[in-house]
């Protein structure tokens, strides 16, 4: 299994497990409080111990190939912004995890954590959709023979119209 494709099931299998704990909290009639902290403890646990680890990974979200030389260098780094934002929104979603236990039902802490789901889950949807088979434009003309010929044809006319 590809670097990309072990992320994607690891994001993949979290949305399943948020949607699982959905059910089991209406099953159970759990408290909004009670579920936003199990889903603030998962969401840690899943993108601290299996997401983030997978992304760090060496070109986890580097694909195969590339059709310009600059394109590795551009991927890498779009890799590492994927990781600081992902790792950024993880403490804190730990910290106000911990407020919430701390500090009990606080209605702008809930709405934060609940912003901070929703930007895990958006970052999450921009990995999933980065994996998938794109085709990377070349920056390099491909010009049949003709082409070439009257490509040189046309700068070498205007040399001549310079001298």
């Known amino acids: 299994m590809t670097d990309i494709a072990a992320l994607q099931n690891e994001i993949t299998r979290w949305e399943n497990d948020l949607a699982a704990l959905e059910d089991e909290c209406l099953a159970e009639g759990w408290t909004e409080p009670e579920k936003l902290l199990m889903t603030l403890q998962r969401t840690s646990g ?15 979200l580097l694909l195969p190939a590339i059709p310009d030389n600059e394109a590795p260098a551009a991927l890498a780094a779009y ?12 403490g804190r979603l ?69 001298r």
């Open 79 to 90: 890799n590492q912004i994927i990781i600081d934002e992902l790792s950024e929104l993880v």
């Open 94 to 162: 730990d910290e106000l995890r911990l407020e919430l236990i701390r500090f009990g039902q606080a209605t702008q802490l809930q709405i934060q954590a609940t912003e901070i789901l929703a930007a895990l889950r958006a970052l999450g949807r921009v990995v999933l959709r980065f994996g998938q088979n794109v085709e990377l434009p070349s920056l390099t003309a491909r010009l049949t023979p003709e082409q070439s010929d009257q490509l040189t044809d046309a700068v070498h006319s205007y040399e001549r119209s310079l």
């Open 46 to 60: 899943t993108y601290r111990h299996r997401v983030l680890p997978r992304l760090q990974a060496e070109g986890a």
